[in-house]
């Protein structure tokens, strides 16, 4: 189950982008109350579903499973960033390692974001800068633009750098991504029968830490 966007609509800032999603699967081996402190998007549910039920075969999605974090089978999914776009916008949020708390911010100069309205425009400060970079760790408003100010070798001029080429990356990949240019099939091995149980969550959104005892982060679009 996944939330609507919060008050930031038509932007990548947090409070448009981040939800809440839970899921509920006591009999493919996700155990109730179960917390994952991972960042996944929705674009992962297509390939997290095939794997708990076992379905495989040649398919395209640029979503990762988080299948296994949920049953407990793996520590992690791997992931250094997430990808989210809008209007033109786009956020590359840091996943793991040293960039696992910043989120960078690139907002284009020749098309600007015209879904956001002025409400949304006038809560973040740094709203229409080119280059944004936020320390989600302690600044969840996106409030102080890091990117302007990082001295040279400190962690959020690391920070920037990586996450701006992986921005440059992304886009290189959706531009020569040949997908569902081929044949797709699947083959579904078994479907486990689902019984009552309580929910279980994983956090469902990119950034900060899950809000409730039993949640995972999620964002709209990714790279693994």
Known sequence: ???????A?????????????????????????????????????????????????????????????????????????????????????????????????????????RLANAMVTSKYPSWGTEDQLYDLSSDSQEASNLAASAATGSEAASALATLQAAKSAHVTYVTQNPCCSGTMALTILSAPKASPSSPTSLPSSPSSPPASPSLLPASPSLLP
């Open 1 to 7: 189950m996944l939330s609507d966007n919060g008050e």
């Open 9 to 113: 609509k038509g932007s990548v800032y947090e409070y448009g982008v981040r939800t809440l999603q839970h899921v509920r699967y006591p009999s493919g081996g996700i155990a109730a109350g179960t917390i994952v402190n991972e960042r996944v998007s929705n674009v992962d549910l297509a390939a997290s579903l095939f794997a708990l039920i076992g379905a495989t075969g040649t398919y395209d999605t640029d979503g990762v499973s988080w299948a296994a974090v949920a049953t407990g089978a793996a520590a992690s999914i791997g992931r250094s960033h997430l990808v989210v776009e809008m209007a033109n916008d786009f956020a590359i949020i840091g996943a793991s390692g040293a960039t696992a708390e910043y989120k960078y911010i690139y907002q284009d100069q020749t098309n600007a974001n």
